[in-house]
């Protein structure tokens, strides 16, 4: 949505429920929450989180868990989370929701909150009198004692829209409604409006998540673990050390600087291809890396490592990258260069030097390069780090901006 969408939809909201965001008609606060038409509060209380749901699944998540966490922060209350879906949407509320379950269960929330009860209904925008049949058997279905949270970042403005007139419509025997209190997230600061809702708040709701790379390729619908039958082993991603990261980019660079990239693609393929290759000398062949073959197939002479023209900065980038696969125990320098002995390797270490050699240095020189680049944008708006610890979280954080 854009930010006049957005705005839209708060001076919808904050007519429909009649004043400011948080009044009575008396002008008093009760905890946060509106109460409509006098409603009085009831001590012993339960809360229903109503959540229209997008295309988008990480600004749901984020917002979710933060209403979550601040619905459980006064002690364990009876809570339930309902997502308001397209037919287009519902897998992505799927996905959302596996995520939420999960942090709650790594942080502890799911222990502060009694039987938290998830579930999704499928809606369409276009049918306005389905919305709020929907919402109001929503309503029905809990007491009267019961304090409603409409979240509406996600989904369509027309969604959007139909929840809030349903929730601010509907009417108890009585003639009172619901008590209710709406939030959403404004584009480009990544913060829950109205703040003055939620305990401690921040400059960008996002600081306090730290991702994995298994969680952000689950809500993108990827997977990071499977079983490879081309390589017979089971592939996982795994995030470069700040010292690979360094070394890829410092090859990168020397090479492109010293135009010796031609060079260097000659020496691969004469020298350190050529003695795995199908039709080698010695009639090897293996076409299944990164698995390394088995160890009757590996070569037993030396492997000369390239040493074209280039500056003085390559002798010190060797013994980097001698440290990183096998020191010296695998790599032995003598008066004609360095040379690398392959029997000495594990396997494991056979492998991640032969994917560094073919093409990981340069992808090592891309990511140091946009996680720079990342931080240096984020430091200074939403992060201060004044340590290198702080700095390194402050990393896993921009990574996933």
């Not at 619908?221 to 039958?229: A, D, I, P, Q």
Request: net charge neutral; charged share 25%.
């Amino acid at each position: 949505m854009t930010l006049r969408a957005h705005w839209r939809l708060g001076k919808t909201a904050q007519l429909l429920l009649g004043g400011s965001e948080f009044s009575r008609r008396d002008g008093a606060v009760v905890d946060g929450w509106q109460l409509l038409n006098g409603r009085q509060h009831i001590s012993e209380t339960l809360i229903h989180i109503i959540v229209t749901v997008g295309e988008s699944e990480l600004p749901i998540v984020v917002a979710v868990s933060r209403i979550v966490q601040h619905c459980c922060s006064k002690g364990p209350v009876p809570l339930s989370v309902n997502a308001l879906c397209t037919p287009e949407t519902a897998d992505e509320w799927e996905r959302s929701r596996n995520l939420l379950l999960k942090r709650s269960q790594v942080s502890g929330l799911a222990k502060r909150s009694e039987a938290c009860q998830w579930r999704s209904l499928v809606v369409s925008d276009t049918a306005p009198e389905g919305i709020q049949m929907m919402v109001h058997q929503i309503i029905r279905n809990e007491p009267d004692c019961c304090e409603f949270h409409l979240h509406f970042t996600g989904g369509s403005r027309v969604l959007s829209v139909l929840t809030m007139e349903a929730l601010t419509g509907f009417r108890y025997e009585d003639g009172s409604g619901c008590r209710l209190q709406y939030s959403y997230m404004r584009p480009g600061e990544e913060l829950l409006f109205p703040v003055s809702a939620f305990d401690q708040p921040t400059t960008d709701e996002r600081c306090a998540w730290t991702l994995s790379i298994n969680d952000v390729a689950a809500l993108n619908r990827f997977t990071t673990e499977f079983y490879s039958l081309a390589q017979r082993q089971f592939v996982r991603p795994r995030i470069p050390t700040a010292e690979e990261t360094l070394v890829g980019s410092q090859v990168s660079n020397i090479l492109i600087a010293g135009r010796c990239m031609d060079g260097y693609s000659i020496w691969l393929r004469d020298r350190w291809d050529r003695v795995w290759n199908e039709g080698s000398q010695s009639g090897r062949e293996w076409r299944r890396w990164p698995s390394p073959p088995p160890k009757h197939l590996w070569p037993t002479e030396r492997i000369a490592w390239f040493a074209g023209d280039i500056s003085r900065d390559w002798a010190s980038v060797t013994h980097r990258i001698a440290c990183l696969y096998g020191r010296e125990r695998a790599w032995r320098q003598s008066e004609e260069g360095w040379e690398l002995d392959v029997q000495c390797l594990e396997p494991n270490t056979l492998s991640r030097l032969h994917r560094f050699l073919h093409h990981e240095f340069f992808e090592l020189l891309v990511y140091g390069c946009v996680k720079t680049r990342l931080l240096s944008a984020l430091v200074g708006r939403y992060y201060r780090p004044s340590t290198s610890a702080e700095t390194s979280l402050s990393l896993v954080s921009a990574r996933q901006a």
